[in-house]
């Protein structure tokens, strides 16, 4: 019977069913090669030879693929209907004809289907052909550009901007999307503008809202009103007139449903009504396609199968009513660049399934299916019917005149089962889906308020991960099956992170768009990124070589890697410091210049970047001046209270105690930094107090940490409290420095300087009683002493399987119905040695003993080893001056 190899078990599963007895179907788990992530796995100079390497994991899998074969002499290739699905066929082809599982006469296949259902799949079936060599060619050629710009651009990174991880053909435009639109924000200046809002009331005693739209007989512009005075003279304008029903218009609007779902699309819209992210709602839909409820899941097509689209109007027929199925089917056109509509939208696979019926488990599946069900059926659903009415009022004189607006849903159509959602950078409809009371022309309107309000403009919003793939869509960048790995990368690399779903560019994302913008600008430039991914496209369409494509790209890239690699650090640091002037050294009210250091006034202010990946503003004048502070424009840590040089807070003791910002938040500290005393006494300030509000008395309570409570009354070790990585705690050992003891939890922040000795016994009884005394402080019986040849104490300690003789790291279990008390340290000596026998570390004594003679060789080898370092430590120092003053530790 035939093998049938798909990539994931859940898919096998489903698919197995369908198929029955008669077939072997098995699971690759993926990609089964791939490129070993180092040099040279594509070769340029070698016609772009590429080296593939079967992952470790993979092996497994292959060789059950290969074992089936031997019995089962037919291989029918069945993996996802895109070019990465194809792919994986064409790897696992390869991969079994080296291993000769696939013999002369062994029939090779290749099939499809967009959904996993039983119809789909036995129809496939009957429609083999081979592997798409055009589809694969593409694959090869952007696997081998995404790893030619990696393995290249990111060395120069490395080597030319410290701190920096990585770049990619598209993660580092994306990262560039983000960027730029950071810039926008900060660069935006907030413009003052004014309205004035009128409650009014009919004869009928109805509220109606309406808005000051003339003024003085002309139309008012959205920033004619600029300042309060000019508002308060139109809102006296308004009261000082009677007001009448000018106008009443209504007119006629039909809405019509969105289009079915595409991947940017269902990525959109998950993040709009469930704010999942673009990988977490990828992974959903994986598993809703793998169990057969959904066709594909990565596709920029939004057409609808014939026969779904009969189905889809027969479920809104069944569930709706006649009068929601419009007369003829709605057919949807792609409007993004470079679409390929390969595939069909995302849907249900029977669209007589609901959520509720589909019986989905998990909750994120289900809201996601939920989603696409709705979002499909609306789809071929008849237009909304709305009528849109518009009523101005206006004074006798024309000096004044109002407007309020609003609409009826006369039938209700597609709107009964699905609205889109809206992100917060649509257009404001300024209330026009409010109801407006029945009122006729001549009317006098009673006024209950008139109010003036001040507004301001916004600066565009930052993207969410939804809004950057509808960005990256609408310039032709990235395809369907990359968009969650791009937007997750970005975020991995600490490029951007993400506070309430918006994305946010960190200091290093900035610093590699500003060297890239300025050293590579061409490969982060969005219209040649796409038409890059158009080149692709007709790779894969069979209209364009591939190496061809390859060539092209690397000979001007080489070039440009060359050239950057001819610069030094500080050339590249100049001219980012040139380019990000505008954003970190950005005019000062005084007119002065705004890169003289406000410390020493003699050293000019630059960017610098630290090992760690940070960068910061610093003073050349270094390190006489020692001037320091955050990345980007000056005052940005005013929110905090803390400015760049810390933040003194008084006396305590005859050190001052400050308060400075690290690189992992705010700490208090003792003293300050000299030659004598290099590391003072610091503290990290806990997450659960505002740094604005740490005192004097706060800050000398967070030094005294960590609190030494008093001695254990059992064993007499100490019990310390503490804040940690974890919270507050407290620690039964000699000191807070050493590995293991016992550590508990404690519930708050104040018990840290309140809990007492019995509290601190009864917390850490319990977690010793909690773990089954595991890893718990072991009590000692007895100590006999020092180990009179090694030297060291040996003690006798209390086990949970017994009492045990210990050695420094050497435990040694005392016989059975021996007496602790009464064994002799000889015999806990012997006892140790055999231990040691056992393991194979025991130490030869005479070494030891002959101490004086001994010990001196020892000295000089030692001495000789550090002597030979020194020489080292010259070498190295040509790449610490090449870093020269662009790094300060």
Known sequence: MPVVVVESPAKAKTINKYLGPGYTVLASYGHVRDLPPKDGSVDPDNDFDMLWEIASDSKKHIKAIADALADDNELILATDPDREGEAISWHLEETLRKRKSIKKDTPVSRVVFNAITKTAVTEAMKNPRQVDVPLVEAYLARRALDYLVGF???????????GAKSAGRVQSVSLRIIVEREMEIEAFNNREYWSVKAQLSTPRNQAVETRLTVLAGKKLDKFDLENATQAELAEQAVKSRDLTVKRVEAKPA???????????????????KFGFGARMTMNAAQRLYEAGLITYMRTDGIDMAPEAITAARDA????????YVPDTPRIYKNKAKNAQEAHECIRPTDLMLDAETAKIADPDQRKLYDLIYKRTVSSQMAAARMERTSVDFGSADGQVELRATGQVVLFDGFLAIYEEGRDDDAADDDGDDKRLPQMAEGEKMAKSSVVAEQHSTQPPPRYTEATLVKRMEELGIGRPSTYASIVTTIQDR????????????????????????????????????????????????GEADYKKVLSDFWGDFKITIDEAMDMSITQVLDKINEVLAPHIFPPNEEGTDPRLCPNCNVGRLSMRTARSGGAFIGCSNYPECKY????????????????????????DDGDKIWIHKGRFGPYAQRGEVTEENKKPNRQSVPKEWPPEDVTLETAVKLLSLPRLIGTHPEDGVNVFANIGRYGPYIKHAESTSERGGTNANLEGLDDVFTVGMN???????????????RGGAAKTLKSLGDHPDEGGPIDIME???????????VNATLPKDSDPEALTIQQAVDLITEKQAKKGTKRKAPAKKKAAPKKAPAKKAAAKKTAAKKPAAKKAAPKAIDTGDDVLE
Do not use: C
């Not at 290249?152 to 410290?162: A, D, F, I, Q």
């Not at 917390?763 to 005394?773: I, T």
């Open 152 to 162: 290249k651009l990111s060395p120069v990174l490395w080597r030319r901007l410290p």
């Open 254 to 272: 039909n809405r019509n449903p969105s289009a079915p779902f595409m991947t940017s699309t269902l990525q959109q819209e998950a993040s709009r």
């Open 316 to 323: 809104i027929a069944a569930k709706f009513g006649k009068d």
């Open 494 to 541: 600490e490029y951007v992170r993400k506070e309430k779903n918006r994305l946010i560019p960190e200091d290093k994302g900035r610093l590699v768009t500003a060297f890239l913008t300025n050293f590579f600008r061409k490969y982060v430039g969005y219209d040649y990124t796409a038409s890059l991914e158009e080149e692709l496209d007709h790779v894969s369409a």
């Open 628 to 651: 320091t502070r955050a990345f980007g424009p000056p005052g940005q840590d005013d929110a905090s209270g803390i400015p760049p040089e810390g933040k003194e807070l008084g006396m």
């Open 759 to 773: 509290h601190a016994v009864q917390l850490l009884a319990e977690k010793v009683a909690s773990r089954g005394n």
């Open 799 to 809: 086990g949970k399987y017994g009492p045990y003789v210990k050695w420094e790291k």
